[in-house]
C-alpha cells in the first residue's frame, strides 16, 4: 500500500508538472488531457462555477486568446496528498501574464486540484483557483453569479 | 468496498452538515472539530493561506467577532466524491451576514473540502474557499500576500 501510495504521489506531480509546461506552452490539447470528463472547475474570474471538461476548455481557450507572450509560473507551498483512489493537491502559484493590450497582469493564485484514478490513469476531477480578496460587498453576490 | 464508499459519502455530509450547524450557532469549538491539526486552510480574504488548525481557529474567531446576528447559509450544487482513505467535497454557498457596523454582506462562495480518514474519522485536511473575482490588477499581486 506504501508503494501505492507513493507512485500516485509521483503521479500526480507529473501531472501538475505536465499541466504547467502545456500551460507556458500555450498547448490547450497537452493541457486537456490533464482533465476527466465529468471535471467541476472553480476559475478565479467569474462565473462561479464550470461544469464539464469542454467548458473548462473554453475558459483556457479565452484565456489564451485574451493573453499574449510569456507566462510565468512559480509555485510553492505545494503540498500533495495521496490515497488508493483520490488525490490531492494544494499550492501558491504566483502567475505573471501580459494582456492583448499590453496590460501587466500579475497575482498570487491559490490552487487545489482534485484527483481521481481512473483505471491508471490520475486524471483532475475537480480544480479550484482563486486570489484572496477583501470582505466582499453587498453587490458581489450579483457579480459572482453571473 | 462499496458500502465503505457510501458510508464515507455519509460521514463527509454529516461532518459538513455539523459544521454549518456549528457556524450558524456560532459556536467555535464544535466547528474546529471537523479539521486535522495540519490543515491548510485558504480563506476568502486575505492572507493567501492559512497553516494548521490554530491558525485557522483565528480566522473564524475573527469573523464571529466582526459579525453579529444571524449567518445564513444556503448551499447549492453540492457534491462528494469519496474514497478508501480520502474524500473531497465541492460546493456553493450563498452566505449572509451582518458585520458589527451594521453594514450586511452577501456573497456566493465557493468551497472545496478535502477530507482524510484518521483511524476512522473524517476530518478536514484542506478547505479552500473564494470568491471569483475579475481580472486582478497589478496591484493583486501585493495585498494577496500580505
Redesign the interface.
Known amino acids: 500500500m506504501g508503494s501505492d501510495i507513493d507512485a500516485a504521489r509521483i503521479a500526480v506531480r507529473e501531472s501538475i508538472d505536465r499541466w504547467i509546461d502545456a500551460v507556458r506552452a500555450r498547448d490547450l490539447d497537452a493541457m486537456m488531457n490533464a482533465y476527466a470528463d465529468d471535471l ?1 472547475g ?8 464550470h461544469e464539464g471538461r469542454d467548458a473548462w476548455r473554453r475558459v483556457w481557450a479565452g484565456f489564451f486568446e485574451n493573453t499574449e507572450g510569456p507566462i510565468d509560473f512559480e509555485t510553492s ?1 505545494m ?1 500533495i ?8 493537491c ?1 499550492l ?1 502559484n ?1 502567475v505573471g501574464c501580459t ?1 492583448k493590450d499590453g ?6 493564485v ?1 490552487a ?1 486540484i ?1 484527483f ?1 484514478n481512473s483505471d491508471g490513469r490520475w486524471l483532475v ?2 480544480e ?1 483557483a ?9 453587490g ?2 450579483e ?3 453571473q
Open positions: 467541476v472553480f476559475d478565479v474570474m467569474p462565473p462561479a462555477r507551498e503540498r496528498e495521496a490515497g488508493a483512489d483520490l488525490a490531492w494544494h501558491l504566483r494582456g496590460t501587466r497582469h500579475e497575482a498570487l491559490r487545489t482534485c481521481r476531477a475537480h479550484h482563486s486570489i484572496p480578496m477583501p470582505m466582499p460587498s453587498p458581489a453576490c457579480s459572482a453569479a
